[in-house]
Each structure stands twice: as structure tokens, then as C-alpha cells.
Nanobody
């Protein structure tokens, strides 16, 4: 079973940056798509950014041009660089994974515990 260890959440002001990290504990990392979902209070969860082992990426329209997802295969880790953060980015962010990018977007198989990202003045 894949275990996902998240780090990097916190509180920032609008316009600032944060970098999230997620390390997969299992060899399954090399067969997985990984990425981030988020859920804000009163809103549905949404796929934010995902990456497949081969390099294909997905970004939600709301974060294109501001967020960048990357991977370090040697460390079984993905990163989400979040720049120019906005109040609407405030949410609980979950590291997630699935067998393919498409399946990941529809229903991730594995979930991390989640961490809070708060953007406020």
C-alpha cells in the first residue's frame, strides 16, 4: 500500500509562495500518477495539479501559470510550487495518487492526511 507523507503547508499572505512536498513510501511510486487535490469549506474537492511518471501534467484552470508540479524520482517525491497565492487558494491540500493521470483525476486511489494552506492578509 502506498503511503504518502506531506509537508510544506502553512499560512501566507496574498501574493506570496509556498512549496508543498509529498513523498511516497512504496516502490509503487514508479507506476503511479501523483498530485494534489484540495477542498475548501463548503466547496467540492478539486484536482489542482497532477503528474505522471512519464512527465504528463495536469493543472486546474484556476492555478495555471501560478502553480508548478515537479517530481524527483530518485526520492519518490513530488513538489507543488505555488506562487502568487490568492485567498481562493485557501483549502486543505491532499497528496493523492492513482494508476494513471486520468484515473487519478476521477478518483485517486490513495490519499495523504492533508494539510492546511491558508492565504490571508
Amino acid at each position: 500500500q502506498v503511503q504518502l507523507a506531506e509537508s510544506g503547508g502553512g499560512s501566507v499572505q496574498p501574493g506570496e509562495s509556498l512549496k508543498l512536498s509529498c513523498k511516497a513510501s512504496s516502490y509503487m511510486y514508479q507506476y503511479q500518477a501523483m498530485g494534489w487535490f484540495r477542498q475548501a469549506p463548503g466547496k467540492e474537492r478539486e484536482a489542482v495539479a497532477g503528474i505522471y511518471i512519464g512527465g504528463d501534467r495536469f493543472y486546474a484552470d484556476s492555478v495555471k501559470g501560478r502553480f508548478a508540479i515537479s517530481q524527483d524520482n530518485s526520492e519518490s517525491t513530488i513538489y507543488l510550487q505555488m506562487n502568487n497565492l490568492k485567498r481562493d487558494d485557501t483549502a486543505l491540500y491532499y497528496c493523492t495518487s492513482g494508476p494513471s493521470l486520468m484515473e487519478w483525476r476521477q478518483n485517486p486511489k490513495y490519499w495523504g492526511q492533508g494539510m492546511q494552506v491558508t492565504v490571508s492578509a
